[in-house]
């Protein structure tokens, strides 16, 4: 079998290291000579990720237009540079300029995304070659090639282990595990997830460790993390709920406003014999202000609001729909490790010959207390068991923990160097007043067994100065307990009250250490295998976990009470999964698992998904079949993670959210949204902001849809009955363009409606215009084309001009939607409270600048010859403001009548 065919394999972590050499023909003690080297580089490419295929920026930007909401601004702008009304053109134009630029910037979040994932690859590698040692760039590894480990060391390409002495990694960030992984250099079943591989040493992961080597099996592409990179490549975007129901909406506006003007023209040329081109102008200024043209202008500077304000909580919005997204999710699914918690191994119960404990403090702050069962404090120091299991816990560790320099009086974070689960058992010790360094001063480190996985135990000698020499032993319990005599006191080894506390342990989906001494003689300053024999006694154990973050807890609980199911998917094993989502009060019974995937139609999965909160051992390729299951089930997912792991999956889902601290820059460049303190509680949060941002952008077209119906119903209207009409098409044209965009903002910058997240989130199926909602649009429609003609035709009977009876019915107009307004503020609540005026500033604003302008335009000389207006007198303005005024009581008695059926949303 050929080396080309054999380096594509996927399985190598099935076979030993022996048929691995002898099949990609390397000599361990030599390396590949660099004639071959040269050749392997040919065939198999530099160990890097190859850039995709990308569309060239003209196309990306012409597709940006590729929208039927786009197709209608563009007639939009075209019929009102028609009409002369250059400026009205210029709004419309620019704001479809303006959302292209926006898409075409956006676009490319794969191609970054590939890019963090291959700036994970280690710079440099040791590597044999010709026989000797050499510093390389990890570029130019290839298949065959022998590579050394080092504690620290990133590695720099899949490698299948020939040697390994106490060697571990941390592979959080591709397989979701807290602690570091023991590596070993046996076969493991071809079926074994990636996580179990203990032969293989993962490209990108961190050696924490120990020390090894290996032969690189996979570079590039080929390795997990480039197989990764190709699924984020793979999966398509979705559309966000709001560009859905947009385009919805566009498409049904569009063939409604057409049909409505083609059917107008013929009306009024064939019926009711009016010339052509009069026709033809009043239909295309019936089309301008059937078109909400604002719409997208709106909907953009609500999102960038909303942007702005969840910069101010720790969400940075890298893509705008994202924002409204949040509002709409129904799911979040969120990795466990650094997401849900604190990526964080903590020391959580400590048993103790005669009693056991419970520790508080997360992470590795040296902050909290311990507790007795009854919820008593003790103090360590005033009891000699807890005692001498720190001062093993300390001394038997070769980790250590300190804060970061020059933040201690801000509360700087305290680091870890070492293995996570020996950082646990240091911050345990430092909880108790211990300090490590006057530890080591104290008791010197004579000589040291480091932990192996064959072992699974540590044992350290040492001595204090005045002759006494101690053993100290930690490790696997059962390996422990075979090598203790009796407890701490010397009091009879009790083996089931120890091994029924080991089950306790791991049954709460705890890692359990045991700690152990025994005496040395003074004149031994090593320690050997031969030392490891039944003299030991019992400490205790300790129980350690990544535990859940406090405030996720709370949040989970509050996205919960806003209907929104949340699902932990990590690749950790099942009871440890499961142990930490009944902490987060999820429904952790009955675990799925990858293996159970695996053996799962689409459809059975779709039913598994939905009754399941908590998926253990899932990789990658399960985390996109389960949120595709759920979409499938019509759910709006968002994804939240800090991985590499989850970068396909960011990408995939709905909204992608991105842990910015301590995730990796594969997971920020897929995520829509990044969260710069890497806390689930601001997944909270943003839901909130996006459901404010969604309320206001429907507030918007609440307002919008109405004011814009109303003033192409009297121009319909008007042809239809063969009325004259009471604006004219310029007229109209004024209107829309100082109260379209201009009023509908002010709704743009609304606060948050009372609980809004004490209802659950909207289907994603919902329409924009609901039913409710339809049917407030007709009715505002019908009130303010009955106040239009109400006052043209009461000027006209009073014996005023055509003039002033237009220029009477045109602020009219603009009066009924200034009240409206007001009336929009709040779904359904009354208006009938202050707040309605101080709640949002904004809205006064734009009411004093439209007064204003409404004035010019009524008194201006300039606007009065432009738009043929006159001066009103005060009977005039006075039915003006009457109109305005009964279009709020009007609306306000309708809100009641909704209000009294139950109805609190539209």
Same mark, same amino acid.
């Given at each position: ?140 590894? *290839? ?15 899949? &490698? ?8 571990? @990694? ?12 023991? $590596?070993?250099?046996?076969? /493991? ?131 705008? #729909? ?54 008593? %404090? &003790? ?37 870890? /160097?070492?293995? #996570? ?5 240091? @911050? ?38 005045? !002759? ?16 203790? +005599? ?20 791991? !049954? ?25 024999? #039944? ?17 996720? %807890? ?30 987060? !009060? ?14 799962? =139609? ?92 969604? =309320?206001?952008?429907? $507030? ?100 005023? +001009? ?50 204003? *302008? ?25 039915? %003006? ?26």
């Amino acid at each position: 079998m050929s080396e080309s065919r054999l380096a594509s394999t996927s399985h190598w972590h099935a076979l030993d290291g022996e048929q691995v050499l002898q099949r990609l023909q390397v000599d361990p003690a030599d390396g590949l000579e660099a004639a071959e080297v040269a050749r392997r580089r040919a065939r198999h490419g530099a160990n890097r990720l190859p850039d995709p295929p990308r569309r060239p920026p003209w196309l990306r930007f012409l597709l940006q237009f590729h929208n039927p909401l786009i197709y209608v601004l563009l007639v939009a702008g075209l019929a009102t540079l028609l009409l002369g009304s250059h400026v009205d053109a210029g709004v419309i134009l620019g704001v479809v300029l303006i959302n292209a630029l926006i898409g075409h910037i956006q676009e490319g979040k794969a191609e970054q995304a590939l890019a963090a994932v291959r700036g994970m690859l280690a710079a440099r590698a040791t590597v044999q070659r010709g026989g000797e040692r050499h510093q390389i760039d990890a570029g130019e590894l *290839v298949p065959g090639d022998i590579v050394w480990l080092e504690p620290g060391d990133r590695v720099p390409a899949d &490698l299948r282990l020939l040697q390994a002495r106490n060697l571990r @990694t941390v592979e959080a960030a591709l397989t979701g595990e807290s602690a570091a992984v023991d $590596k070993a250099t046996g076969a /493991t079943a071809a079926s074994a997830p990636v996580a179990d591989r203990q032969g293989i040493a993962f490209s990108g992961t961190l050696v924490a460790y120990g020390n090894g080597c290996g032969v690189v099996v996979a570079t590039g592409s080929a390795t997990e993390i480039g197989h990764i990179g190709q699924l984020v490549s793979g999966v398509q975007t979705l559309a966000t709920p709001l560009t859905r129901r947009l385009d919805r909406f566009a498409r049904q506006i569009t063939v409604f406003i057409l049909g409505v003007s083609l059917l107008t023209l013929a009306w009024g040329h064939l019926v009711a014999g009016l010339p052509l081109f009069d026709v033809f102008l009043a239909v295309v200024g019936l089309a301008v202000a059937a078109i909400p043209e604002g719409m997208p202008a709106v909907v953009t500077i609500v999102l960038a609001i909303g942007t702005r304000a969840m910069a101010h909580r720790q969400a940075i919005v890298r893509r705008l #729909p994202a924002v409204e997204s949040l509002g709409s999710v129904t799911v979040i699914c969120s990795d466990k490790t650094g997401t849900l918690t604190r990526n964080e191994m903590t020391a959580v119960r400590v048993v103790l010959p005669a009693r056991e404990l419970s520790v508080t403090g997360t992470g590795y702050a040296p902050e909290g207390g311990f507790h007795a069962q009854d919820g008593s %404090v &003790l103090h360590p120091d005033s009891d000699p068991a807890m005692q001498a299991l720190l001062h093993c816990a300390l001394l038997c560790n070769d980790a250590r923990i300190h804060r970061e320099a020059g933040t201690a009086e801000h509360g700087g974070q305290w680091t870890l /160097t070492g293995d #996570p689960t020996e950082g646990a058992l240091v @911050t345990l010790a430092h909880k108790a007043g211990l300090d490590a360094a006057d530890a080591a001063r104290t008791f010197l480190r004579l000589d040291a067994i480091p932990f192996e996985s064959e072992r699974q135990l540590m044992v350290t000698l040492h001595h204090d100065h005045a !002759g006494h020499h101690e053993l100290l032993l930690k490790g696997a319990p059962e390996r422990v307990l075979a090598l203790c +005599t009796c407890e701490a006191g010397g009091r009879p080894l009790d083996r089931a009250r120890w091994l029924a506390a080991i089950e306790r342990a791991a !049954g709460a989906g705890e890692r359990v250490l045991a700690l152990a001494r025994g005496e040395g003689t003074a004149d031994r300053h090593e320690v050997t295998l031969d030392d490891l024999g #039944p003299r030991f006694e019992l400490l205790g154990l300790v129980g350690i976990i990544d535990p859940p973050r406090d405030e996720a %807890v709370a949040a989970v609980a509050e996205c919960q009470r806003a209907g929104i199911r949340v699902k932990m998917i990590t690749g950790d094993h099942a009871v440890t999964a499961s142990a930490i989502g009944r902490q987060l !009060g999820l429904r952790a019974e009955g675990t799925l698992t990858g293996d159970t995937i695996d053996t799962l =139609d689409d459809a059975a999965l779709r039913h598994a998904v939905m009754a399941t909160d908590v998926f253990a051992r899932a990789s990658p390729e399960h985390k996109l079949r389960l949120i595709a299951a759920l979409q499938a089930e019509g759910q709006l997912v968002a994804m939240t993670g800090d991985g590499v792991n989850d970068a396909p999956a960011l990408k995939a889902a709905d909204v992608g959210v991105a842990m910015g601290g301590k995730g990796t820059d594969a997971a920020r460049e897929a995520a829509d949204l990044v969260l710069t303190d890497d806390n689930f509680a601001t997944i909270a949060r943003a839901v909130r902001q996006g459901r404010v941002v969604y =309320d206001n952008i429907k $507030k918007s077209l609440m307002f919008m849809l109405p004011t814009n119906g109303g003033e192409a119903g009297v121009i319909l209207l008007a042809i239809f009955a063969g009325l004259p009409l009471p604006v004219t098409a310029g007229q109209i044209l004024w209107v829309n363009t100082v109260t379209a965009v201009t009023l509908a903002l002010a709704l743009a910058f609304e606060p948050a409606e009372p609980h809004v997240m004490q209802h659950p989130p909207r289907p994603p199926d919902e329409s924009v215009v609901t039913r409710a909602l339809g049917a407030r649009v007709l009715f505002v429609i019908a009130l303010i084309i009955a106040a239009t003609f109400w006052v043209f035709h009461w000027e006209l009977a009073r014996g005023s +001009t055509l003039d002033t009876a237009r220029t009477a019915a045109v602020n009219a107009l603009v009066a009924c939607e200034l009240f409206y307004l007001f009336n929009v503020r709040h779904f359904t609540r009354h208006a009938w409270r202050l707040e309605t005026l101080t709640g949002n500033p904004v809205t006064l604003l734009v009411a004093g600048l439209l007064l204003l *302008v409404q004035l010019a335009f009524t008194y201006a000389p300039p606007l009065q010859a432009l738009f043929r207006t006159t001066a009103l007198d005060a009977a005039s303005w006075g039915m %003006v403001l009457a109109m305005g005024a009964a279009t709020f009581l009007l609306v306000e008695l309708e809100k009641a009548l909704l209000r009294g059926g139950g109805v609190r949303r539209l």
